[in-house]
Nanobody
């Protein structure tokens, strides 16, 4: 089992940037495909991005492609999400998650077994 703790959220103006981090502990971090999801009030949890075990492959949702970038540092057991050109619609609680699946192209919450508690991102207009 892996434990996940997110950080880096906050309040930012539209057009600004934030970098989220997710620190992992427990089982070997590089054993897992990692992903970011977000959940706005009253909405379902939404896939944002995923990254392969080595970090060599990434997959981003259409809504964030070109603005957000997922990355990982297996030596530091840490996952990142660089968020640029933020919009008010990006306001949500952002969660990192770990999957034992075989592909990063499964934007489904059910593919991820382990979840962090989330970090709030608020984008003001």
């Amino acid at each position: 089992q892996v434990q996940l703790v997110e950080s880096g959220g906050g309040l930012v103006q539209a057009g600004g940037s934030l970098r989220l981090s997710c620190a992992a502990s427990g089982r070997t971090f590089s054993n897992y495909i990692m992903g970011w999801f977000r959940q706005a009030p009253g909405k379902a949890r939404e896939f944002v991005a995923a990254i392969s075990r080595s970090g060599g492959g990434t997959f981003h949702a259409d809504s964030v492609r070109g603005r957000f970038g997922i990355s990982r540092d297996n030596a530091k057991n840490t996952l990142y999400l660089q968020m640029n050109s933020l919009k008010p619609d990006d306001t949500a609680v952002y969660h990192c998650a770990a999957s034992t699946g075989v592909t990063i192209r499964t934007p489904n919450v059910n593919a991820y077994a382990y979840w962090g508690q989330g970090t709030q991102v608020t984008v003001s207009s």
